[in-house]
Structures are given as C-alpha cells and as structure tokens.
C-alpha cells in the first residue's frame, strides 16, 4: 500500500508570510495526526483528527496555525504568518483505528523561515 | 501526562560493537511504547512496538527492546550494529486512551565508526 505522501518536501518563505501544506494519508486511516519537529528535538504533536472531526489541538499555536480535513481524508496545515521559529520540519501520521496502533509517518515537509 | 526522556544525546559505537539505547518513561498507567529510527531527511519508520504480553520485544533490522516496569524503562538493543544503523533514534509513549496521544523523546543520534 502507499504510505503517507505529503507535500511540499522544501519550503522557504520569509517572516510574516503564509504557508500551507498538504497531507495525503495512508487510504482507510481514520487518524490523521501533524507534528512539529524542531532541528534536535523529537517531534511535537501539533493537532489530531479522527475522521474529519478534530480530537486535540491543545499544542496547536491557533493565533497563526490552522489545519483542516476535509471529508476524513486529506488535510492541510496552514501558517499564518510565519515566524523565525516556526522553522522546523513538519509531519504528517496516519493510524488505521481509533484507538491503539502504530502511526505511520510521511517524509516531513522542511519549513524555513528567513 | 506521559512524558518520555531519552539522557543519551549522541552516541557512537563502532561497527559490529553491540548498542544499548536507554529510554526512560513517566505514565500512570501501562503504555505503549514504541522505538522509530529517523534518517536524515526521512521520516520515521517504526522498528519495534510493546503494547503486552511479552516484554521482550523483536523488530525490524536486528532490533529489539526490554519493557521493565519497576525500572520505567524501554532499552532498545542490538547486538552488532552495521554502518547502516547511523541515524536518530526515538523513542514514544502512548497513552492508552481513545485519543492514543503519543509523546516522543528528543531522539539519540547514533554515530557508527567504521
């Protein structure tokens, strides 16, 4: 089966603009997940969805970040607007079930902001 | 919450040397708990997961770790590593709930001497 894709792989934008990316997750997981991993740390989780519906963002910076799932299946991941250290790499997980099971992790997008 | 410390930052072992990665975690209740291994570049891909049963666990590419309860602890072992292994290593804890909210170490890099 194809695993997580996302996209795009590179990003570089500057300070105070806006950024989006895309998650495509593995075909017939419920549980979409997006994290943030800065350069020496372990990734963070920034906002979970079950289906189409939003089960945690409690680490989710809401002032500048938003994410949406559409019909249950891709989703976006949206900064705006950017700053210095919003620089990380951004991933993407998706699990089979609703509770329990192993995340399966897409390439990440690198985020620059200069 | 779960929480998850991984003390060693950086080590390297020479090729064919046995490894010990120590993973150290804090939970009220008996977790999950996963080790993934991220290349540079790459995203994370699962090696092993104890969810019960046996605490001696088998993974992917020679690995394998020890669930100690008294200890808190979740040690990834391999008994000779090859150049290949050099990459980070993460460990995480799942909660284990309908949300499986998963927190992650902050990663080992792993350095093979040749």
């Known amino acids: 089966e194809a695993g997580v894709a996302q996209s795009p792989r590179y990003k570089i934008i500057e300070k105070r603009q806006s950024v989006a990316f895309w998650c495509n997750p593995i075909?017939?997981?419920?549980?979409l997940y997006w994290y943030q991993q800065i350069l020496g740390q372990g990734p963070k989780l920034l906002i979970q969805?079950?289906?189409?519906?939003?089960?945690?963002d409690s680490q989710l910076p809401k002032d500048r970040f938003s994410a949406e799932r559409l019909k249950g299946v891709d989703s976006t991941l949206k900064i705006q607007p950017a700053k210095l250290e919003d620089s990380a790499v951004y991933l993407c997980?998706?699990?089979?079930?609703?509770?329990?099971?192993?995340?399966?992790f897409g390439p990440g997008t690198r985020l620059t902001v200069t | 919450a779960q929480s998850v410390t991984q003390p060693d930052i950086h080590i390297t072992v020479s090729e064919g040397a046995s490894l010990e990665l120590r993973c150290n975690y804090s939970?009220?209740?008996?977790?999950?708990l996963f080790w993934y291994v991220q290349s540079p570049g790459q995203g994370l891909q699962l090696l092993l997961k104890?969810?019960?049963?046996?605490?001696l666990v088998q993974g992917i590419k020679g690995f394998e770790a020890e669930f100690k309860r008294s200890q808190s602890s979740f040690n990834l072992r391999k008994p000779s590593v090859h150049w290949s292994d050099a990459a980070e290593y993460f460990c995480?804890?799942?909660?284990?709930?309908?949300?499986?909210?998963?927190?992650f170490g902050a990663g080992t890099r792993l350095t093979v001497k040749p």
């Open positions: 995480a804890v799942g909660a284990v709930s309908n949300n499986n909210d998963m927190r």
């Open positions: 997980a998706s699990r089979r079930g609703t509770f329990g099971g192993e995340q399966y």
């Open positions: 969805f079950q289906n189409n519906g939003v089960v945690d």
């Open positions: 075909s017939g997981h419920a549980t």
């Open positions: 939970y009220g209740a008996t977790p999950y």
């Open positions: 104890y969810f019960s049963g046996d605490t």
